[in-house]
């Protein structure tokens, strides 16, 4: 008998169809209003699971009898509950290093958008304000040379600090966990504590993993801390950041800007945010490119096939 896969989200056709030439394969409809009764029916016989954006926690899984692999099509897994799923003995995947690129050039294209205000003067433009030569209110700031501090500096931090070293001239400072020399050398980043990278940057991008030690990690305090041109970049997760406190700095004009992908509730649907003139919103795209878009499910798929046929699949969060 063919082995079940609970298909979680929108899946490449390509991927879909060879899922369904190996298993018996159950896809949920995301935008299905009872989620969680179909799931919850579904997963009840599943092998494995595949897909991103939903969030699975003890509560929906319970009913999982025999499930081997959840096949995350994400670097992030921030969605799942990791100890109770290494608890049942249950492999969590992910698709790390195909998507640091894509996702470096995203937030260099916030920091930039947000910098020169590109879409409030694509708007400005289109409505047709462009009477005379711009003046004052649409001045941005300049990037090149200025000082980058990047919170994080993992494979995308280092990524996106690459690109601001090599391509900006920029000064590169950072703050993590622990130094990271071997990243760091080349580009001559300087470790610092987070309040002098917040006082001291230009720009500041996140770029950590959400857990513990870095949910809401970015609050008033630490807004108060940096510079009135400070242009502020998130593309790591929502909830590093106290959203509401960064609405009440760009409303203040407490900071210059800021260019954001992700945000505490996804989908964003109704914000302040979308009143405020110095923000780029962007709906989580950090990956979408349709090339590394198509990487992350071919490795997602292939960890998916390793587990059901028996081997250790490559990437392993809980293993
Ligand atoms: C990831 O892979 O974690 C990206 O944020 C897309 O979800």
Same mark, same amino acid.
């Given at each position: 008998?063919?082995?079940?896969?609970?298909?979680?989200?929108?899946?490449?056709?390509?991927?879909?169809?060879?899922?369904?030439?190996?298993? &018996? $394969?159950? &896809?949920? *409809?995301?935008?299905?209003? #009872?989620? *969680?009764?179909?799931?919850?029916?579904? %997963?009840?016989?599943?092998?494995?699971?595949?897909?991103?954006?939903?969030?699975?926690?003890?509560?929906?899984?319970?009913?999982?009898?025999?499930?081997?692999?959840?096949?995350?099509?994400?670097?992030?897994?921030?969605?799942? #509950? $990791?100890?109770?799923?290494?608890?049942?003995?249950?492999?969590?995947?992910?698709?790390?290093? !195909?998507? +640091?690129?894509?996702?470096?050039?995203?937030?260099? @294209?916030?920091?930039?958008?947000?910098?020169?205000?590109?879409?409030?003067?694509?708007?400005?433009?289109?409505?047709?304000?462009?009477?005379? @030569?711009?003046?004052?209110?649409?001045?941005?700031?300049?990037?090149?040379?200025?000082?980058?501090?990047? %919170?994080?500096?993992?494979?995308?931090?280092?990524?996106?600090?690459?690109?601001?070293?090599?391509?900006?001239?920029? =000064?590169?400072?950072?703050?993590?966990?622990?130094?990271?020399?071997?990243?760091?050398?080349?580009?001559?980043?300087?470790?610092?504590?987070?309040?002098?990278?917040? /006082? +001291? /940057?230009?720009?500041? !991008?996140?770029?950590?993993?959400?857990?513990?030690?870095?949910?809401?990690?970015?609050?008033?305090?630490?807004?108060?801390?940096?510079?009135?041109?400070?242009?502020?970049? =998130?593309?790591?997760?929502?909830?590093?950041?106290?959203?509401?406190?960064?609405?009440?700095?760009?409303?203040?004009?407490?900071?210059?800007?800021?260019?954001?992908?992700?945000?505490?509730?996804?989908?964003?649907?109704?914000?302040?945010?979308?009143?405020?003139?110095?923000?780029? @919103?962007?709906?989580? $795209?950090? /990956?979408?490119?349709?090339? +590394?878009?198509?990487?992350?499910?071919?490795?997602?798929?292939? *960890?998916? !096939?390793?587990?059901?046929?028996?081997?250790?699949?490559?990437?392993?969060?809980?293993?």
């Amino acid at each position: 008998m063919k082995k079940k896969v609970v298909v979680f989200s929108q899946i490449d056709p390509k991927i879909l169809s060879q899922l369904e030439s190996k298993y &018996q $394969v159950a &896809q949920i *409809n995301p935008k299905q209003g #009872d989620i *969680n009764e179909q799931l919850l029916r579904e %997963i009840a016989d599943a092998d494995g699971m595949i897909g991103a954006g939903r969030r699975l926690n003890q509560d929906n899984l319970k009913t999982a009898k025999k499930l081997k692999i959840i096949s995350s099509v994400s670097v992030g897994y921030d969605n799942y #509950d $990791v100890e109770y799923l290494k608890q049942q003995g249950i492999w969590l995947t992910n698709t790390p290093h !195909v998507l +640091t690129e894509t996702t470096a050039d995203l937030a260099f @294209t916030l920091l930039m958008s947000a910098a020169r205000k590109v879409t409030h003067l694509d708007s400005w433009t289109k409505h047709g304000h462009w009477t005379r @030569t711009a003046g004052v209110a649409q001045f941005g700031q300049d990037v090149y040379g200025k000082t980058l501090g990047i %919170i994080g500096l993992g494979h995308i931090g280092a990524a996106i600090a690459r690109r601001g070293f090599y391509g900006f001239n920029m =000064n590169i400072q950072y703050h993590n966990r622990k130094p990271c020399i071997e990243r760091a050398e080349p580009l001559k980043a300087k470790y610092c504590d987070l309040d002098t990278l917040l /006082s +001291t /940057s230009d720009f500041i !991008v996140i770029a950590v993993d959400l857990n513990e030690q870095s949910k809401a990690l970015i609050g008033q305090a630490q807004f108060e801390k940096m510079q009135k041109h400070a242009v502020f970049v =998130n593309i790591a997760r929502g909830s590093v950041v106290d959203e509401s406190a960064l609405i009440e700095a760009l409303e203040n004009h407490k900071i210059f800007a800021a260019g954001l992908d992700v945000y505490q509730k996804e989908p964003l649907q109704e914000s302040r945010l979308f009143q405020l003139e110095n923000v780029v @919103t962007l709906p989580h $795209v950090g /990956s979408a490119t349709a090339e +590394t878009r198509m990487k992350m499910a071919n490795l997602a798929y292939d *960890n998916l !096939v390793k587990a059901l046929d028996g081997d250790e699949p490559q990437y392993i969060v809980n293993k």
